[in-house]
């Protein structure tokens, strides 16, 4: 009697969190294709909509967002109710990087309404995982509702797991609960259908970041090389731009030398969307993340902001030690402070 009446009730656990979608909101993150094939695999979905959606993602994710977001913008003004949720992210996603900012907000603002509203089911869900995906994507922690990955997993459509996760680990990292992150992430990784590319990039960095947190370089590397490992083929460099500044340096230890031309391709799509990232981040929060600083200055002020001594910070980002010294008097003048304990309001 005891476990009868307390065991969970198997129905509810598997109908769909009111977080989360029920059908995949975009078509190659969670698609399954070897890295080099991204391509071929857009063209082999039979579904127009669908097809079109996982070419915008592409052209995201390899750095082409203005085209991009012409593209959503077009697949949203044709969508149905199936398709309008991804058409809504992906013109997020990529407005952050070449469209107009101000739409993210007025998007977000929107969801924001909607989020009380019980008249619709159906619109309640989706504006749920709008605003679970904003401010995750914007670190806007305080507003966040994420619900545990327990019951809740179950409901996830298999192939969304993978970044349902790494949405989860993200979180996770932000609260400090680094081991945990790590360790949900790694058994993504290992135990999620493979090959799967885009996923895999994004859960490797979250493992990525959160070894950086703790300070095992070896570690971290290994899992910025995996990430990079499934990125190259195709050309995916977004997601790296998308994490620069909280990779703290990784990008220029691991790729400033033995991939030049990546690099300069990857800071050149990093300049543009931390723009206009730090402009949304602190219009919504009421934060103070800078962009005054160059990519370098960032790094410094980002390791220097965890606790790094100048020797460290020089030894990890194959500087001279003087050289972060001079950058510490820049980023101390340009942000009008005098010591490492402020640097953790500006930087992520």
Known sequence: MYFEANRMDEKKMFQPSPMLLETDPLVLTTGLFKPGEAEAFCERIENETRRAQAKAELRYFQG???????LFREIADKAGDDDLPAAILGTVMTSLAGGDPRDVIRIYEFAKSLENDRSSAELSRISSALLLYFNMLLHNLSAIR???????????????RPMAIYVYTGFLLSKGDVGRAIGLAEGALVFMDRPCPVSEIYLALIVSRGYMLKKEWDKAEYYFHYAWSRAKPDGLYMPFAEHRGMLSGMLEKCLRYEEPQAYKRISELSGAYQKRWVFVHNALTGDEISDALTAIEYNVASLASKGLSNAEIADFLGIAVNSVRAHL????????????????????
């Open 329 to 348: 008097r820049n980023i101390f003048n340009k942000l009008n402070i005098g010591n490492r304990k402020e640097l953790a309001k500006y930087v992520l």
């Open 64 to 70: 082409e967002a203005q085209t991009a977001n012409a």
């Open 146 to 160: 994420i619900p545990t990955l327990g019951p809740d997993a179950f409901a996830v459509p298999r192939s969304i």
